[in-house]
């Protein structure tokens, strides 16, 4: 069993930066894709981004490329996102969850487990 905790939510300004984290405990993330997933109010929720188990590939939703950043750090059990320029339309309760198989495509990833959510607000 994994648990996934996030961190890092609040209120800015549009333009400013958040980063989120998200910390694993229970089992190691090293061998799972980690991912970013975001719900509004009245909305679905969409895939933002994710990362391979390796690091060495990313993905994201068309909505928040150059703009937002995805990274991990295996030995601390963390993954990030770095949210820079943000606007408005990114006000959402983020979700961090893993992919046991590795996915980290926006129309393969597939959360297995996940936090809790942070909420994210950008003002105008």
């Known amino acids: 069993q994994v648990q996934l905790v996030e961190s890092g939510g609040g209120l800015v300004q549009a333009g400013g930066s958040l980063m989120l984290s998200c910390a694993a405990s229970?089992?190691?993330?090293?061998?799972?894709?980690m991912g970013w997933l975001r719900q509004a109010p009245g909305k679905e929720r969409e895939f933002v981004a994710a990362?391979?188990?390796?690091?060495?590939?990313?993905g994201y939703v068309d909505s928040v490329k150059g703009r937002f950043t995805v990274s991990r750090d295996n030995a601390k059990n963390t993954v990030y996102l770095q949210m820079n320029s943000l606007k408005p339309e990114d006000t959402a309760v983020y979700y961090c969850?893993?992919?046991?198989?590795?996915?980290?495509?926006?129309?393969?990833?597939?959360?297995?487990?996940w936090g809790q959510g942070t909420q994210v607000t950008v003002s105008s």
């Open positions: 229970g089992r190691t993330l090293s061998w799972y894709a």
């Open positions: 969850a893993s992919d046991i198989n590795n996915n980290w495509g926006p129309m393969t990833f597939r959360g297995d487990y």
């Open positions: 990362i391979s188990w390796s690091g060495r590939n990313t």
